[in-house]
């Protein structure tokens, strides 16, 4: 299998975007993303989408999407394993740019969310749980996080404060990031008196409704060479899947498949998590990056909450953690997620993320989540 | 890139399946193919899907049922394009196994339609359609195809009594096949008879709702070998999409994505439409089949009326055309489709397909469509 790059990015401000249907938030995306690629001919598309049949009542969304970006009859291909449809785009498109089929690839992920009541979301965001044996009974994701969150705070001493951190980290963070649905920072008594969603989850522990996309175009090592891009490398991938009912799990603060997913790819990349110098990670809400920190090797089991409260999930610190603001400031169109996590680790290994800049960042890994973690797919990028 | 065969089919009896669900329909299936394979042990599979969310109210699909095929944390991938969902999971299946990145793969498509009404059935099967343009103007997918059919007949002459011979040759071929959702025969009379649903489409004119699964287990040629199967090789792909909307296209009678897709498959594979010994194809509609024999190169264009009812698409004419029974007899899964269409090519090629066996099958084509032509998938396989 060929070495692949990614060489240019593209995403817009994210938020509800009630004058911006799905078709024109996708293909200004995806035209930022060419630009910043200098090519406008592509040989294959991925699309990462969760559920645009519930949110807008469209399916057949690659050919309809790439019909508009003016790239007909290109192969296009959509992508769903709910939240980490994203993340699931760019791994195929890596496999297909690896396996010699394709060379220029378009890996894009979009959402558009807010066209519906916040109801009729919460309905379709529950299509990623088990429908059957959690649906029915009436759960939501709120509520299944929250039995997470309970079970690591009873197993490990978590405290609702250190909870509240990683919010106050990724909203300092994402206040410094000008694409983010949420540019402001929020302190931890903010957090703790915000509205209850779930107990012990409050309105502030949990990622918004967004509209959204986000767009990377790859290629081959040799290409990305020959036009002369400041050279990302994908040096690992890795996909995991594990129940979808959290009932079914052995732990439920073990975030099983984020384990292996990122064991997959730190052995392809031949690194160890010491070697990443910052991560972006599924924080849908609070406790899952803490559960993702612990998950991905960061720190030791049960001590995701102490990492946030020492700082070391901090920019500055030991390992930065969501630089960009994470799901919880940047926002969370579903299908998205995973592909704007490339975009932020893209622009901190070519020093281009400004404020929020993660000094001297060389090596990067993004973990996307699906459901309460019953998929990832973990990437690990390299700058050249 | 690496040679790629089939080495394991399966199928069960499709219908109206109420008495099993999404999860049930979809392991049997699964568990059947990797019998016919004799394997236990996955390295990732794909799952074709169109619209589990509109249907049964279950996105993350991919996770849930290889958790419930007793493969997790094995990678797995939901694909979804409408009607050729279940085309582009074997491609990609093909294109992870060609990659060397996977050896074994299960490639498999479902749908469970008939959990919903006939009227939400029509409106997410319309999803599939370009909804802001075609949707809300009122029009389903017989009403589509319906003006494909009438441009056709205009243009061409093609006649009434030509569309119907299209659901009696597949009415007659699907009567030898027990796996079929209307496995009896039906007559000129009773097509043109059958009641009218999108003029000039009659209900015997349209495929049917149905619920059932398909699966076919992929790896590399070399592993094929080894372990003794008979093998039936992956020689060519093919994928193009064109706009899913009618209105923005040059020509209603023809199926440009199918002739691009048809073209690379050729191409790969170093053959011609004539080396076919033949094909199972996209009638989703009567018309349909007419469209996609002429713009697979097996007739002329505006003569694919006429070769259906010389019978040189029948079972023992030039190229047999849906030997299965097709979409319209076998019935139409929408996400399990191009995977059956698999199923029925991997069983002619073996000579497996008892009373209707094209004899000396060598060398097969599946042509996948989504939509009203949006998207194609097509591949070749040859027995080796």
Redesign the interface.
């Known amino acids: 299998?060929r070495d692949v790059a990614v060489i240019g990015v593209g995403m817009t401000k994210w938020g509800e975007l009630w004058e911006k249907?799905l078709?024109d938030i996708y293909v200004e995306t995806a035209l930022l993303a060419m630009k910043d690629a200098g090519v406008d001919k592509l040989d294959s598309i991925y699309i990462g989408c969760?559920?645009?049949?519930?949110f807008?009542?469209?399916?057949?969304?690659?050919?309809?999407l790439?019909?508009y970006l003016g790239?007909?009859?290109?192969?296009?291909?959509?992508?769903?394993?709910?939240c980490v449809s994203g993340g699931?785009a760019v791994r195929?498109g890596y496999?297909?740019v690896?396996?010699?089929?394709s060379d220029m690839v378009l890996v894009s992920g979009i959402e558009k969310m807010t066209d519906v009541s916040g109801n009729e979301a919460t309905?379709?965001l529950g299509?990623?749980?088990?429908?059957?044996y959690e649906?029915y009974q009436g759960i939501t994701f709120p509520g299944l996080y929250s039995l997470i969150a309970r079970a690591h705070m009873h197993k490990y001493g978590t405290t609702r404060e250190q909870l509240a951190m990683v919010a106050v980290k990724n909203h300092k963070n994402g206040s410094k990031n000008p694409l983010a649905q949420f540019p402001f920072e929020v302190t931890v008594d903010t957090v703790l008196n915000s509205v209850m969603v779930a107990d012990p989850l409050r309105i502030l522990d949990c990622s918004p409704i967004t509209d959204g996309a986000a767009a990377a175009v790859i290629c081959s090592l040799e290409t990305a060479k020959k036009l002369n891009k400041p050279i990302i490398k994908i040096i690992g991938t890795g996909?995991?899947?594990?129940?979808?009912?959290l009932a079914?799990r052995r732990d439920l603060t073990w975030l099983?498949?984020t384990y292996?997913a990122g064991k997959q790819a730190y052995e392809m990349a031949g690194k160890k998590p010491e070697d990443m110098d910052f991560a972006e990670v599924h924080d849908c809400f609070t406790i899952a990056e803490i559960c993702v920190t612990e998950a991905l090797g960061f720190t030791e089991k049960g001590k995701g909450g102490k990492i946030v409260e020492s700082g070391e999930t901090a920019i500055g610190g030991r390992i930065p953690v969501n630089p960009s603001g994470g799901l919880k400031s940047k926002g969370h169109p579903v299908g998205a997620t995973g592909v704007a996590q490339v975009v932020e680790i893209v622009k901190q290994l070519r020093g281009e993320a400004g404020e929020r800049q993660v000094k001297d960042a060389k090596i990067g890994i993004a973990q996307n989540m699906?459901?309460s973690g019953?998929?990832t797919v973990c990437h690990i990028f390299e700058r050249e």
């Open positions: 299998m249907s078709r969760m559920s645009s049949g519930l807008v009542g469209q399916e057949h969304l690659a050919s309809m790439t019909d790239q007909a009859p290109v192969p296009a291909t959509r992508v769903e394993s709910a699931l195929l496999i297909e690896a396996s010699g089929m309905y379709a299509t990623a749980a088990d429908q059957e649906g996909h995991a899947t594990d129940s979808i009912q079914q099983e498949a292996l699906g459901g019953g998929s």
